[in-house]
T-cell receptor, first 115, second 116 residues
Framework: NAGVTQTPKFQVLKTGQSMTLQCAQDMNHNSMYWYRQDPGMGLRLIYYSASEGTTDKGEVPNGYNVSRLNKREFSLRLESAAPSQTSVYFC??????????????FGEGSWLTVV | AQKVTQAQTEISVVEKEDVTLDCVYETRDTTYYLFWYKQPPSGELVFLIRRNSFDEQNEISGRYSWNFQKSTSSFNFTITASQVVDSAVYFCALSEAWGSARQLTFGSGTQLTVLP
């Protein structure tokens, strides 16, 4: 049971570099999400995709872009990394974006350090 | 605006003790969902339970139990006979608007350490 798989697990970037975090889910879920986790702040939503073909901003979207490539895959791109983007990033998915099917399942996290 | 408060930043217990993790929430909605997640040292987030606002029955799953009380806006989590493997950060979360995931709000987490 792979569930939600994200890569890479660890990455060190220099300020100004770009990179893409990849995420795929095999649960046939409609909705996918990217969160970041910072110490003492819980998880905060960066972007989400309620269904294939749609994306929308979450609480902290600045400095990021996303692509819902197909139903399975949802990538997060940092165009010009900044030290403030040092964080743990979680991809997640749920059957539906609202209602009874919205239990959100998370990937294992990607530790990103920007120096 | 919705808010989740986990006042216990860190808890330390000795193995086999019972421990309760507190979660207090604020919401204006009458329909909402509450969640608990576990984050072990390996880092992944593991879903434990989802509860909707219309279901106030307590739930028990093995050594885990949850006490949902709307009157006090609390959704507390108890681990009975704790084990070292229970050591993790536990997050409580709230989702308003028929459980809209884009409005999922997490508490800041409680670090539980179970000592052998």
């Amino acid at each position: 049971n792979a569930g939600v798989t994200q890569t890479p697990k660890f990455q060190v970037l220099k300020t100004g570099q770009s990179m893409t975090l990849q995420c795929a889910q095999d649960m046939n879920h409609n909705s996918m999400y990217w969160y970041r986790q910072d110490p003492g702040m819980g998880l905060r939503l960066i972007y989400y995709s309620a269904s294939e073909g749609t994306t929308d901003k979450g609480e902290v979207p600045n400095g990021y872009n996303v692509s819902r490539l197909n139903k399975r895959e949802f990538s997060l791109r940092l165009e010009s990394a900044a030290p403030s983007q040092t964080s743990v990033y979680f991809c997640a998915s749920s059957e539906a974006e609202t209602g009874a099917g919205n239990t959100i399942y998370f990937g294992e996290g990607s530790w990103l350090t920007v120096v | 605006a919705q808010k989740v408060t986990q006042a216990q930043t860190e808890i330390s217990v000795v193995e086999k003790e019972d421990v309760t993790l507190d979660c207090v929430y604020e919401t204006r909605d009458t329909t909402y969902y509450l969640f608990w997640y576990k984050q072990p040292p390996s880092g992944e987030l593991v879903f434990l339970i989802r509860r909707n606002s219309f279901d106030e029955q307590n739930e028990i799953s093995g050594r885990y139990s949850w006490n949902f009380q709307k009157s006090t806006s609390s959704f507390n989590f108890t681990i009975t006979a704790s084990q070292v493997v229970d050591s993790a950060v536990y997050f409580c979360a709230l989702s308003e608007a028929w459980g809209s995931a884009r409005q999922l709000t997490f508490g800041s987490g409680t670090q539980l350490t179970v000592l052998p």
